[in-house]
């Protein structure tokens, strides 16, 4: 490479342009193609992304208005980008609570609260979900156990999890365990004055 440069340099003292562009012409033009293509390249690539969007957002709102919601979505998961799939997956299960289809429903969010692809911020809240539309059959110790970690992280579920946790102690019968929980959720800095509110009229009964 330093050669050509100092056969460039030689040339171009000797004012030989002509000369020049007959020997390292190819090599200039080469050099701008790689880079126009390179240029064209991701630009392409930007626009086949914007497509990719285009397409799933369409695909997704289509499905949305199908007589049949829950099938239309499956049909089109494997269509979605990421994240409209990750959209269509909590409508399904949104839609097969809504049927009274509480074990479908548990098991979808059930399966979202450990893809990997989804954030862990969805993850949580599906996880919340799952207990939220359980059916009854299923134990309070088992969906307790669900909750266990959301309830003590600060974050926007932490307060819904107390609250649900909360019921499930009284729904077995441990009136010590729901004061607990319902003591704590009063005393949260940063939850919404309604859910502060429930809690304190629920202890003022409990007690």
Same mark, same amino acid.
């Given at each position: 490479?330093?050669?050509?440069?100092?056969?460039?340099?030689?040339?171009?003292?000797?004012?030989?342009?002509?000369?020049? +562009?007959?020997?390292?012409?190819?090599?200039?033009?080469?050099?701008?193609?790689?880079?126009?293509?390179?240029?064209?390249?991701?630009?392409?690539?930007?626009? +086949? %992304?914007?497509?990719?969007?285009?397409?799933?957002?369409?695909?997704?709102?289509?499905?949305?208005?199908?007589?049949? /919601?829950?099938?239309?979505?499956? @049909?089109?998961?494997?269509?979605?980008?990421?994240?409209? @799939?990750?959209?269509?997956?909590?409508?399904?299960?949104?839609?097969?609570?809504?049927?009274?289809?509480?074990?479908?429903?548990?098991?979808?969010?059930?399966?979202?609260?450990?893809?990997?692809?989804?954030?862990?911020?969805?993850?949580?809240?599906?996880?919340?979900?799952?207990?939220?539309?359980?059916?009854?059959?299923?134990?309070?110790?088992?969906?307790?156990?669900?909750?266990?970690?959301?309830?003590? %992280?600060?974050?926007? +579920?932490?307060?819904?999890?107390?609250?649900?946790?909360? #019921?499930?102690?009284?729904?077995? #019968?441990? /009136?010590?365990?729901?004061?607990?929980?319902?003591?704590? =959720?009063?005393? =949260?800095?940063?939850?919404?004055?309604?859910?502060?509110?429930?809690?304190?009229?629920?202890?003022?009964?409990?007690?």
């Amino acid at each position: 490479m330093a050669d050509i440069f100092d056969e460039v340099n030689e040339d171009l003292k000797r004012d030989q342009m002509q000369k020049l +562009w007959s020997r390292f012409g190819k090599y200039v033009i080469l050099a701008v193609s790689i880079v126009v293509l390179g240029v064209g390249g991701r630009q392409g690539y930007k626009t +086949w %992304q914007g497509h990719q969007a285009a397409t799933a957002a369409t695909a997704y709102h289509n499905a949305l208005g199908a007589s049949d /919601l829950k099938t239309a979505l499956a @049909a089109e998961l494997d269509q979605l980008s990421p994240g409209y @799939a990750m959209l269509a997956k909590f409508r399904i299960a949104a839609a097969q609570a809504l049927a009274q289809d509480y074990a479908a429903a548990e098991k979808s969010y059930l399966a979202l609260s450990t893809d990997p692809s989804v954030k862990q911020l969805y993850q949580q809240a599906a996880l919340l979900l799952s207990v939220m539309n359980a059916p009854m059959n299923r134990s309070a110790d088992e969906l307790a156990v669900r909750l266990a970690v959301l309830e003590g %992280q600060a974050g926007p +579920w932490q307060a819904m999890a107390l609250e649900q946790a909360a #019921g499930l102690a009284l729904r077995a #019968g441990d /009136l010590e365990t729901a004061i607990t929980k319902y003591t704590t =959720l009063a005393g =949260l800095s940063d939850i919404p004055p309604g859910v502060r509110q429930r809690a304190s009229q629920m202890l003022k009964i409990l007690n």
